[in-house]
């Protein structure tokens, strides 16, 4: 069975987005400031990343059979235009399915009852693949749940001052990871990977 | 003339210190965790550190003629016993010089007046070397101020939920760094140096 990690982009001091969803210009630049091509789900979308960090990104979609999405950023996003870009199914974690939407759908599976089923969901579409987690309070909720064997940091060189913490709420805390056993430098960012000690 | 730096051992959600000043038995723990003694001018305290991280220390403490701390961290630490261990001038920045204390003594100067006068103290203090710079709401005003060259990150694999920011109430975000310049990889600890961007 694959892993669970969680993982995002974030300033040194600790935010996924700045205040007012701020700062993606900044948190996302090393996803497009190298030579390397890289196709999303998307058509209209691609990535042009330094080798180093296309290296990065195509191993975790390599890992990577569904992930576990909050609903703030699937209403934000605007369900990515119908497929994460990814192209793996992605469940979405919600207090109720959205109008129009249905349940289980060819892309999207929405779970209302919590954060342990949404996580069974995905480990059920991943099959022997792993599954990737959101940050923000959905990755705290998973972290006190005992759920997260790996965070992933793609630390960028920016101070945002205010806005979305990668952790809020942990109830847990302090929890202890081991690492970083991987530290990739790329250009506005370096990918770390730790493993959350047990 | 050296440049301003400021520097601290962090927590990978940000945190210098954990709720009610907790966690340092984490944040610190590089400091006592290899088998290189580090002496410190006080003689009851010496480090063992990593032959990583004490080359790391050295190079900080050759390049640190005087620091400047906030008033807070004085008193926590019972103003380290008399003398920071760094051996070097301090300047502690103070609504009020604490009773008992002279204004400029042989370790520590009292500068009641900001954080510019608190540096330009301290970059007389240091001489051709550099100085030092809490962290915390300090570092962000010095930040703001446009004071820093470069920000030193010890950054340690624990999760501490909540507790002192190393960067609070910036009032100049986003602020732009470059690098890691340099990344040192100890136990329990990376070492991440950034210039900040002009």
Chains 1, 2 share one sequence.
Do not use: C
Not at 81 to 104: F, R
Not at 122 to 147: H, P
């Amino acid at each position: 069975m694959g892993k669970v990690y969680t993982g995002a982009s974030m300033s040194i001091d600790g935010y996924v987005a700045g205040p007012q969803e701020s700062g993606f210009e900044h948190l996302f630049a090393w996803y497009t400031n190298g030579d390397v091509e890289l196709p999303t789900a998307n058509p209209e979308m691609t990535f042009r990343a330094t080798p180093q960090s296309a290296k990065h990104w195509r191993e975790i979609v390599g890992m990577t059979g569904a992930l576990v999405v909050g609903r703030h950023l699937w209403d934000f996003t605007n369900a990515w235009g119908g497929q994460h870009p990814m192209g793996v199914p992605t469940v979405v974690l919600t207090h109720t399915v959205p109008d129009g939407w249905k349940q289980e759908g060819e892309w999207f599976t929405f779970v209302t009852t919590g954060i342990e089923d949404a996580v069974a969901k995905a480990r059920e579409l991943a099959g022997e693949k792993g599954v990737g987690l959101n940050s923000g309070r959905m990755a705290s909720q998973a972290l006190d749940a005992g759920l997260v064997d790996e965070v992933w940091i793609d630390l960028v060189p920016v101070l945002l001052g205010a806005g979305t913490p990668f952790f809020s709420g942990l109830g847990t805390a302090p929890v202890l990871l081991d690492g970083p056993y991987d530290v990739v430098a790329g250009d506005r960012v370096t990918h770390l990977r730790y493993r959350v000690r047990r």
